[in-house]
């Protein structure tokens, strides 16, 4: 099993050698982008699961959180426990202050730009059928603890955030 190492895992999320690629995707995806912010090191904006900062032409500020992947996979791995020894909730069960997540699968150069709020609204629908349907668990182990989440296939993350926006009384 590969470890992991925190402080890497950082340095290879906050990897300079990426912001063409990431500028390369904002531009694509938000035409009227006006600037673009790397949100990095021990700030506010990373405690609230910001990793970049958008302004639009509109006037209007997008908040990002970016999750890169190092090989391509069919599925969309939802960190439910960041670390296994102090129960510190993963990503997908913060309330983070973001607009979309981008997902990054670096080989294929694919991204997934998920809307935050329909995600969480899909993970709040779909988590104890996905908890059940995709055991294991994956676990990350890290130096020291794990990190446990649960592998959904792409199509039905996807599928799940459409269903998501449709509100019925």
Not at 45 to 65: A, H, K, N
Not at 118 to 125: G, I, N, P, S, Y
Request: hydrophobic content about 35%; aromatic content about 14%; overall charge positive.
């Amino acid at each position: 099993m590969k470890v992991h190492d925190f402080k890497e895992r950082l340095a290879f999320s906050e990897s300079a050698s990426h912001e063409g690629f990431w500028s390369s995707v904002y531009e694509k995806a938000f035409p009227n982008l006006v600037f673009q912010k790397l949100c990095s090191g021990k700030c506010q904006g990373q405690y609230l699961g910001i990793d970049r900062v958008i302004q639009l032409s509109s006037g209007r500020t997008l908040y990002i959180d970016e999750k890169k992947r190092s090989g391509d996979y069919s599925d969309i791995f939802l960190e439910v426990i960041s670390n296994d020894r102090t129960g510190a909730p993963g990503w997908i069960e913060k309330d983070l202050q973001i607009d979309y997540l981008a997902y990054a699968f670096l080989p294929s150069q694919r991204v997934y730009l998920f809307n935050w709020p329909m995600l969480k609204r899909a993970w709040q629908h779909f988590k104890e059928t996905w908890k059940q349907k995709y055991t294991p668990h994956i676990q990350a182990q890290n130096v020291g603890y794990q990190s446990v989440g649960v592998a959904v296939p792409i199509r039905e993350v996807l599928n799940a955030i459409t269903r998501a926006g449709i509100i019925e009384p």
